[in-house]
């Protein structure tokens, strides 16, 4: 085997590096969702610092490469504990994400066997981490006079001349036009691409013809096409009686990388139906994933299990060579995870058995 090949394995639509992400991210393509589940404070892996007090600073070069190459579309998925993503959650603001949802993934009252002493500790056993959604904050027009989204566009509206109660006829609605897209407050809505479209060309028709055209970006003399705009923002596809609250053991069984029958290879191994989930949430088959801190690469086989493509990185040889190999073994099964949702009732009758 080459050095080359022992840096980079490829299957499935999936490429592994063995390296620093920061260092090999600049091949990838942009990526549509991005699964960020690196250090945690807890001192769990070689690298992982033994304070959260000590994640910020650690993260932050590592998101601003993730942010320098995210576009609208992308979603990112922040795990952690509690206390480390409210320590970072500050980072992903400035560097342009916006809060969307925090999961829960609760691993059950069978997680608590031989990880807490109470007495000691001084407080109830930890069964939990979090996964949280952020997506980017879209802003429009030339570098300099860029506004957030709503905002322009309401401006764009505001330009044509028209008073703001005529969009709705533009839509052919009562009021939501107003309500919804053209509104000031929190109550904005996303305007969706069919809305979007009848504004536009309303607009491009009956508004002042000197400030023509209207919804186009500066540098461009046409308002962006229906499917133009329907890419800025994050994709997001909500599964029938899924919440944010994930009841899920701890991965055990075959699907746990092991050294020997006691002993795990990676204590982070995140479970497959947890990162099948969110990738079908937040993307489409074909779309491209980032997992910059790969550990066992996880996300990589989840991705290759829900056809999308994925890149991976990890820097531990160690780590990087397992997820090669489990690469290696894995088998596509053609239906088996991507329609099998995690519904209430049956993941509490898991949850109940673990
Ligand atoms: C929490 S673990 C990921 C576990 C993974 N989700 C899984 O299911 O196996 C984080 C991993 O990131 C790796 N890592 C840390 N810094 C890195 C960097 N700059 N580039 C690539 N990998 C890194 C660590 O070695 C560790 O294995």
Not at 247 to 254: F, K, T
Not at 307 to 316: F, K, T, V
Request: proline share 7%.
């Amino acid at each position: 085997m080459s050095h080359e090949q022992k840096r980079r394995t490829s299957r499935h639509n999936v490429v592994l590096h063995c390296g620093d992400f920061r260092e090999v991210c600049d091949s990838w393509p942009a990526p549509t969702v991005i699964v960020v589940d690196g250090p945690y404070g807890v001192g769990g892996f070689p690298g992982d610092p033994y304070s959260h007090a000590e994640l910020p600073a650690w993260y932050e070069p590592h998101i601003a490469e993730m942010s320098a190459r995210a576009t609208p579309e992308t979603t990112l998925w922040f795990w952690n504990t509690e206390v480390g993503w409210a320590t970072v959650h500050p980072v992903l603001e400035r560097l342009g994400w916006e809060y969307r949802s925090c999961h829960i993934w609760d691993k059950g009252v069978g997680h608590i066997a031989g990880n807490a002493n109470s007495k000691t500790l001084r407080k109830f056993p930890v069964v939990t981490e979090v996964c949280v959604q952020y997506v980017r904050r879209v802003s429009i027009g030339a570098n300099g006079s860029a506004q957030p989204l709503r905002d322009w566009f309401r401006n764009e509206w505001m330009r044509t001349g028209l008073p703001l109660y005529v969009a709705n006829r533009a839509c052919g609605v009562k009021n939501a036009a107003t309500r919804k897209y053209l509104t000031k407050d929190h109550l904005f809505y996303f305007p969706p691409p069919e809305a979007y479209e009848s504004i536009a060309r309303y607009a491009n028709r009956h508004g002042q013809a000197a400030g023509r055209p209207y919804y186009s970006a500066p540098d461009r003399d046409r308002p962006y096409s229906p499917e133009e705009w329907a890419r800025m923002r994050a994709k997001f596809y909500c599964e029938v009686g899924v919440t944010n609250v994930w009841r899920e053991p701890a991965v055990r069984g075959a699907e746990r990388r092991k050294k020997t029958a006691h002993k795990c290879i990676h204590m982070n191994q995140k479970p497959l139906r947890l990162l099948e989930l969110i990738l079908r949430a937040s993307s489409d088959p074909g779309d491209v994933v980032w997992e910059p801190f790969g550990g066992l690469c996880s996300t990589a086989i989840a991705a290759a299990s829900t056809g999308r493509r994925c890149y991976s990185a990890e820097i531990l040889p160690e780590y990087f060579a397992e997820a090669s190999r489990r690469l290696a073994e894995y088998v596509p099964q053609s239906k088996a995870r991507s329609a099998d949702a995690i519904a209430p009732a049956r993941e509490t009758a898991r949850h109940r058995s673990a």
